[in-house]
């Protein structure tokens, strides 16, 4: 069973940092892209970053370039997101997800194309 398991969310203050991480297992996580996507309030999903199998790729939404890194450990078979700088408009629910397709990836991939989700960590930024 796929299990993917978000976690690092919480309350900072602008211009803070916080890192997530997504813990999965069930699937061979080294051949999958994934992605973080992220909901505001009131707001439909937003494809935050994304991560090609080894790494060696990374996207990011023009909303978070330059404040958010992406990146993974095969051996541990975990996601993170590393949040800099973080502003209210950051203020979402995080979830990460798996591409459907194995040893995929594409800097312009679709939300349509992940197949399994976590169940998100909220993450707020007030001051």
């Known amino acids: 069973e796929v299990q993917l398991v978000e976690s690092g969310g919480g309350l900072v203050q602008p211009g803070e940092s916080l890192r997530l991480s997504c813990a999965s297992s069930?699937?061979?996580?080294?051949?999958?892209?994934m992605t973080w996507v992220r909901q505001a309030p009131g707001k439909g999903l937003e494809r935050v970053s994304s991560?090609?199998?080894?790494?060696?790729?990374?996207s990011f939404a023009d909303s978070v370039m330059g404040r958010f890194t992406i990146s993974r450990d095969n051996a541990k078979n975990t996601l993170y997101l590393q949040m800099n700088s973080l502003r209210p408009e950051d203020t979402a629910v995080y979830y990460c997800?798996?591409?459907?397709?194995?040893?995929?990836?594409?800097?312009?991939?679709?939300?349509?194309?992940?197949?399994?989700w976590g169940q998100g960590t909220q993450v707020t930024v007030s001051s």
């Open positions: 069930g699937f061979t996580f080294s051949v999958y892209a």
């Open positions: 991560i090609d199998k080894d790494g060696s790729r990374t």
């Open positions: 997800a798996k591409l459907k397709a194995p040893n995929a990836y594409s800097d312009y991939i679709r939300i349509d194309e992940h197949d399994y």
